[in-house]
Antibody, heavy 123, light 111 residues
Framework: EVQLVESGGGLVQPGRSLRLSCAVS????????MYWVRQAPGKGLEWVSG????????DYADSVKGRFTISRDNAKNSLYLQMNSLRPEDTALYYC????????????????WGQGTMVIVSS | QSALTQPASVSGSPGQSITISCTGT?????????VSWYQQHPGKAPKLMIY???NRPSGVSNRFSGSKSGNTASLTISGLQAEDEADYYC???????????FGTGTKVTVL
């Protein structure tokens, strides 16, 4: 069974850091690009970041560029999101998602999603 | 990068057909055939319903169909059923500041 399980969320003060993880099983992780998508409470979906199968390409939404870093460990079948200088507007449910196609970043769709991990940025 | 524009809500009676629009620009919807649609029930993760404008993943009902004309993509749900009541989001690959841009979301209500 294909499964994505996020962890690492929690309550954090503004300006602090948090690292999210996404453990993957049920498919050949290192064949696919992976993404983070977030959803603020009661709001819509927002694409956050993406990483190619071999970590050769990464991309970020303007709202997180310079503060968030996406990475992956193919040996551990895991995706990460390092979030620094957190702001209240980063409060959201963070989903990891799998690219529908094998290969590079972009030009595709998100075919498998985790259940999300909640990040709350508040003093 | 601005969000793609969707109607806030669409409703229909069981058995009817409804269409949700998703309007962007030539830098996203109009420039690429990489529009996808997601269904999200309350408290659940999004589910891929349509990819590459008009393709259905395995297991998705053929009552769901997608199309595109210019800078506007559309999702049509035919034979509306109670289980179709959910939020729907479009997304498109984009060539500007964000790799992907999502739509504002549409709440579908089955009357």
């Amino acid at each position: 069974e294909v499964q994505l399980v996020e962890s690492g969320g929690g309550l954090v003060q503004p300006g602090r850091s948090l690292r999210l993880s996404c453990a993957v099983s049920g498919f050949t992780f290192d064949d696919y690009a992976m993404y983070w998508v977030r959803q603020a409470p009661g709001k819509g979906l927002e694409w956050v970041s993406g990483i190619s199968w071999n970590s050769g390409s990464t991309d970020y939404a303007d709202s997180v560029k310079g503060r968030f870093t996406i990475s992956r460990d193919n040996a551990k079948n895991s995706l990460y999101l390092q979030m620094n200088s957190l702001r209240p507007e980063d409060t959201a449910l963070y989903y990891c998602a799998k690219d529908r196609r094998t290969g590079g970043l972009g030009g595709s769709a998100f075919d498998i999603w985790g259940q999300g991990t909640m990040v709350i940025v508040s003093s | 990068q601005s969000a793609l524009t969707q109607p806030a809500s669409v409703s229909g009676s069981p058995g009817q057909s409804i269409t949700i629009s998703c309007t962007g620009t030539s830098s996203d919807v109009g420039g690429y055939n990489y529009v996808s649609w997601y269904q999200q029930h309350p408290g659940k993760a999004p589910k891929l319903m349509i990819y590459d404008v008009s393709n259905r993943p395995s297991g998705v009902s053929n009552r769901f169909s997608g199309s595109k004309s210019g800078n506007t993509a559309s999702l049509t749900i035919s034979g509306l059923q109670a289980e179709d009541e959910a939020d729907y989001y479009c997304t498109s690959y984009a060539s500007s500041s964000a790799l992907y841009v999502f739509g504002t979301g549409t709440k579908v209500t089955v009357l």
